[in-house]
Structures are given as C-alpha cells and as structure tokens.
C-alpha cells in the first residue's frame, strides 16, 4: 500500500510574490519564462489578467496578486510566468520571481492548511527552516464559474492590448 501523498517526499517550485514565498508541485509546472506583454481577454473572470501569446500557445495568466489579496502592480521586465497545467487547462502564473525547486521531506509537509476556510486552493504547507510557504492546488484554483467563464471568453476573439 502506497502512502498518503502528504508522507511521501514531494519536490515544489517555490517563488516569491510580494516577498512572500509560495510553492507549486512540480508536476504541474511545465516551464518558466520571462514576463511578455499580455493581451486583455474581454469577458474573462476578474482572477485572469490577461492572455500570453507563447510560441503560438495562447495561455490564460491568472493573477495570483489578486487571489492573494496583494496590491495590484504593473508587469515588469524582471516578472516571471510559471507555465503550469490547472487540471488540464495551460495557464501562466505572474510572479516577482521563481526561486528554484526544493524537495520538501514528509517530516517538513503539513496537510492541515487545506481544512482552513478560504484556502481551498491550497495543496498543503511546506515547514522549512526560514519560514513556511504555501504549497497551491491549481486544480481548485479557479471556481467552477470562474472556469466557465474562462471557456467562453476563450472562445471569443481577444482584442490586443
């Protein structure tokens, strides 16, 4: 029998936003690229800023300084975009800046920040030694609104910036 994924080593894409550290499951992030000017997508729900144009890969950047409760900023050349799969949606996430992979041991993972009211998009929190960093779920990230909101405006035709 295999443990409970909480018991397992798992390795996060940890970044900053706002000087605050946040992390991501590997598995759920596909690359990272420096901040691109975004087209505005009508339609769209308030937690999208915009639309990335990636090699031809038109990508939903969901704005993680609103989710979060952070003041708004414009895009800067020195952003990052962590492209990431939302279930099995491509999405970019703006961050100030990626920090690089760490494996958080069973003994460092706390599961309990998802019982929390108002962090549904939240995996699990990461113990380390300068500090805690939320690990998120980008499954549960949107709402299901949200989400059909987001189909329809990306079935419409964005106007550019």
């Keep these: 029998m295999n443990p409970p994924p909480e018991a397992r080593p798992q390795e996060v894409l940890l970044f900053t936003l706002e000087r605050q550290r946040y992390g991501l499951p590997v598995q759920d992030v596909r690359e990272l690229v420096r901040a691109a000017r975004l087209t505005h997508l009508p339609r769209a729900p308030d937690v999208v800023e915009g639309l990335l144009n990636l090699r031809g890969e038109l990508l939903p950047v ?32 703006r961050v100030d800046r990626a920090e690089g992979l760490r494996v958080i041991a069973s003994d460092e993972w706390d ?50 910036a």
């Design 62 to 93: 969901l704005d993680l300084r609103r989710r979060f409760r952070h003041p708004a900023r414009p895009l800067s050349p020195m952003d990052h975009f962590i492209i990431a799969t939302n279930g099995l949606r491509p999405v970019a996430l």
């Design 111 to 160: 599961a309990s920040p998802r019982e929390l009211p108002g962090v549904g998009y939240v995996a699990g929190a990461a113990k380390l030694p300068d500090g805690l960093v939320l690990v998120h779920d980008l499954r549960s990230f949107l709402s299901e609104a949200e989400a059909l909101q987001l189909d329809v405006a990306l079935g419409a035709r964005p106007e550019t």
